[in-house]
């Protein structure tokens, strides 16, 4: 076999240039293939001046705001002083979840680049991040000469348009079949979880386990035609080219109520109410009720209010979909997908409120019914490349969701690696999802470990994270040996709570100091060895 010597790096940009090396390195490319002869170093100043960029505003790159339970006010505290581009992405949730069709960085460099004029994407992020956004993208109009200048408008040469490829993101969901639901919880149980089947044979769908399924939810037709009567208006009202009732049912947001509806009732009100009504658009609170506001509420605060239908339409924020971890497989069942769904209900007042998503799934989709979703490719949550490394998977109630599918998949795949599995929820007798699966799991020797911990069986609480503290002493040989570690949950308290007792074990039995143990959890987050889909 003859052995190919590579071409001999050309180094355009200097060392000292202000871009990170990968900007260097696609720099250095760029020019290679422009020139004929050989190259000559450009300067730092120079190179300032060809790219305005990350490096080229004066910003590290270096983003300490990316923490999911921070709450935005610290986010953006930690990002003052940053490039305008940063502290937009500062503004963002921080989940990297991919539901507005980007990750956190993307989004926000998308935004400032003006490539993306849509302010509202960052579902997770709710009002608090649409109004933070808003008022960035305002200062940037007043002064755009000291924004710098997007990423993607970086490259002067053109690309040709990506092909569409249906179902694979937001904005070109495919359809796929909903076949079966069926209840996880025993009597008992306060909560209400259901595993949800679809077919893809049709949408020409597939996906690798970690990645997440968007559905495009339809709100409740008795909660729409509760609306459309505030309003006085009639079900078969023309808007949009369509009737209010069907308009109202899949293309608007009837959660939150946004400020452009508070907007739009200050127009066409006045004294006390359009004081209300301007207060709650600016995002004051007059009435400490802010919080619990969503559409119908809003129409009912202010009662005597009606806008018209169209404008009433336009006032409103768009359907956004909802995502979910992938339970299932693809290499052990093609064509399949399942979902592990929490109902979300409850009550404000005397009225019941529903998640839009959970009980679409639920209840209202049927067996046969076509629904539009699409994959949404995970950020940094995906099984080792190498199938002998052993793995630990941290994932309390739905969290369980990824690492059935992780199981099915080394299952399916012939993988060597070990696999331990921390679940827990509240009672062990009618909240164990998968029970009879997991055990099956752990007697063929699949599961190697089955750690399980329950919150309401006893007089004290117990977690998952107090599990791990127990056996931490086996948990951290299993680190010592290379295990990978996954969290799927909740990030602001059991996301935040594990990794605190991750520390703990790594610093009592890997005998390190706290500030130790926290840099080498750290540096496993670096290298790819601690990975998390938390919300």
């Given amino acids: ?28 490319g760029f020019f290679a293939g422009l020139l004929s002869e050989a190259p000559t170093p450009l300067s730092a100043e120079q190179g300032a001046a060809i790219m305005q960029g990350p490096a080229g505003d004066g910003d590290d790159g270096e983003a300490p705001w990316h923490d999911q339970t921070l709450p935005i006010a610290e986010r953006m505290k930690l990002a003052e002083g940053r490039p305008l581009r940063r502290r937009m992405m500062a503004a963002m949730a921080q989940q990297d979840c991919g539901q507005c069709g980007y990750n956190c960085h993307d989004y926000s460099e998308a935004i400032a680049g003006k490539a993306e004029g849509r302010l509202n994407l960052c579902v997770p992020g709710g009002k608090e991040t649409a109004r933070m956004l808003k008022t960035l993208y305002e200062e940037m109009d007043k002064a755009p000469s000291a924004v710098a200048a997007a990423p993607a408008a970086v490259p002067v040469v053109q690309a040709a348009a990506p092909l569409v490829e249906i179902g694979r993101s937001r904005d070109y969901p495919a359809q796929a079949t909903f076949v079966s639901r069926r209840l996880l919880n025993k009597p008992g149980s306060e909560k209400e979880t259901w595993h949800v089947e679809f077919d893809l044979a049709q949408s020409g769908l597939d996906y690798v386990v970690g990645d997440s399924f968007g ?51 200050s127009f066409i009100t006045g004294g006390a109410q359009r004081e209300k009504a301007r207060a709650l658009a600016q995002g004051d609170d007059p009435d400490g009720d802010a919080a619990t506001l969503d559409v119908m509420a809003a129409l009912q605060k202010f009662s005597g209010v009606r806008p018209h239908p169209e404008a009433f339409v336009e006032a409103l924020e768009p359907l956004q979909p909802r995502l979910y971890s992938i339970s299932s497989s693809h290499n052990a069942t093609p ?3 399942s979902l592990t769904v929490d109902c979300v209900r409850y009550v404000i007042g005397k009225r019941k409120r529903l998640g839009l998503a959970s009980t679409f799934l639920a209840e209202r989709v049927q067996p046969g019914d076509q629904v539009k979703v699409y994959v949404q490719k995970a950020h940094g949550f995906a099984l080792p490349q190498d199938s002998k490394v052993p793995i630990i998977m941290i994932g309390p109630g739905t969290g369980v969701a990824p690492f059935r599918a992780f199981l099915l998949d080394r299952r399916a795949t012939g993988a060597t690696g070990r696999n331990w599995l921390f679940f827990g929820h509240q009672r062990s007798g009618c909240d164990f999802f998968y029970s009879d699966e997991l055990n099956a799991m752990k007697t063929a020797g699949l599961l190697t470990r089955l750690s399980l911990a329950w919150s309401r069986d006893g007089e004290k609480k117990f977690y998952v994270q107090d599990r791990m503290r127990e056996v931490g002493r086996e948990l951290w040989a ?25 520390v703990d074990i790594v610093a009592q039995h890997g005998a390190r100091s706290t500030d130790e143990a926290i840099s080498f959890v750290g540096e496993l987050k670096k290298k790819g060895r601690y990975q998390q889909d938390v919300y």
């Avoid at 008795?222 to 069907?246: K, M, N, P």
């Fill in 215 to 265: 559905i495009f939810a339809k709100n409740e037709l008795g909660h729409v035609d509760q609306i459309i009567a505030l309003l006085g208006a009639s079900h078969t009202t023309e808007v949009r080219g369509r009737t209010l009732r069907e308009v109202l049912a899949d293309e608007v947001s009837l959660a939150p109520a946004p400020d452009s509806l508070f907007e739009l009732i």
């Fill in 1 to 28: 076999m003859n052995q190919i010597t590579p071409p001999p790096r050309i180094e355009i940009i200097p060392a000292g240039a202000p871009f990170s090396e990968s900007q260097r390195s696609w720099l250095n």
């Fill in 335 to 337: 064509g399949k997908l």
């Fill in 478 to 502: 299993w680190l010592a040996e290379g295990a990978y570690v996954y969290v799927c949950g909740d990030a602001k308290r059991m996301a935040k709570d594990v990794e605190r007792a991750l």
